[in-house]
């Protein structure tokens, strides 16, 4: 594939005006606009929906999430086929060394790995580098982790680019070639899909939880210890996940980590979104004509207040791997259909341990539904329940 002249001239203009671009004046959205927008244009996606597609099937998503606090934002383009995502592109203001800087590429990849995404693109125009987003990011990786292709100025740029157009044009993408390319990548070391990784995050909080609750409240049966931990956890990952959508204040969890009585202080918010969500998750109060009894169990536990603090703590930007913004419904039902296959058990001393139900350990592990057949059964069972009432 030959280099197109379109790309030759966007190469000359940002060669002939490449100190006023670095000068760190040019934005992001300029460079956006003047220079990747026309760059994926010549690679076949309908940057800006010229064909007019329904927002669920656009070939490109800018910024594909909300804007979060004033730390991180969503990615800058989506790629997509048939609306399921397929790469992200973060774009950087010409000023940046994205061969070096560890926070762009860092960004980057926490995005595409919370949304399980194999590949995406980091690029300023002048440089381009590709990272294989199954790679778990830590915030202490270097920029070159998990980069599998690095491309350092635009001479080399037009060299390479019959390799770029093969894998990331939207033809390749429709006949496979993005995720072969993907699957014979050699940046495969060290990948921990996002939703075995949270598992494992979520496991360790219900183990110090069930210790630290055990210990401080003796009096606590199983059932009751199991039922607090589940809903603690499962309310401060639904306000988390609210807070990157901007349904909520982005950091009133994190805000508890300054003073102590974390907990009382968490059942506050826990009380706000009973008010706000009127929900089976958060029901403290009983309510007129709702036959299921209200928690009053968990507002009058004792909590230990360094177990609550880690756990915050590891749910935000940079200590945290997770982008909520984008980790989907479907990697969360897969993470809690496992998380759900243990139960929690107390000791004779009242000490707690965490098991396998024996119902799983018999049929040899939780398999998890799929969405496609999830939605399948509601469409025929639900779904049809709801056409008969609204045709009488």
Known sequence: ?????????????????????????????????????????????????????????????????????????????????G?????????????????????????????????????????????????????????????????????????????HWDGIASIFSREAVLKGSFDRYAESSKAKKGTAAVDTAFLREIESWRDALARSLALRNPELSQRDLNFAVQRTIDRIIFLRICEDRGIEHYGKLIALQNGDRVYERLCELFYRADERYNSGLFHFQKEKDRSESPDTLTPNLGFDDGALRDII??????????????????????????????????????RAVVEEKPEVRKAGGIYYTPTYIVDYIVKNTVGQLVKSEIQN
């Open 313 to 350: 703590k590891n749910l935000y930007y940079p200590d945290s791997p997770y982008e909520f913004s984008v980790l989907s419904a479907d990697i969360l039902g897969q993470v809690y259909e496992q998380f759900l296959g243990k139960v929690i058990r107390l000791t004779a001393g009242h």
């Open 1 to 81: 594939m030959s280099v197109p002249q379109e790309l030759l001239e966007l190469v000359e203009r940002f060669n002939t005006n490449r100190e006023a671009y670095r000068s760190g004046q040019y934005n992001e959205t300029q460079l956006r606009r003047e220079f990747i927008d026309p760059l994926f244009q010549l690679l076949g996606w309908d940057v800006n929906n010229e064909k007019g597609y329904a927002e669920a099937y656009k070939d490109v998503i800018h910024e594909d999430s909300i804007k979060i606090g004033g730390l991180t934002k969503a990615p800058d383009y989506c790629f997509r086929i």
């Open 83 to 159: 609306g399921v995502r397929k790469f992200f592109v973060e774009t950087k203001r010409p000023s940046v060394n994205i061969k070096e800087d560890i926070d762009p590429a860092f960004q980057l990849r926490r995005y595409a790995w919370s949304a399980k995404l194999l590949l995406s693109i980091l690029t300023d125009f002048e440089e381009f580098a590709v990272y294989d987003c199954r790679v778990k990011p830590s915030k202490t990786d270097k920029a070159s982790t998990a980069r599998i292709m690095y491309v350092g100025n635009w001479v080399e740029f037009t060299q």
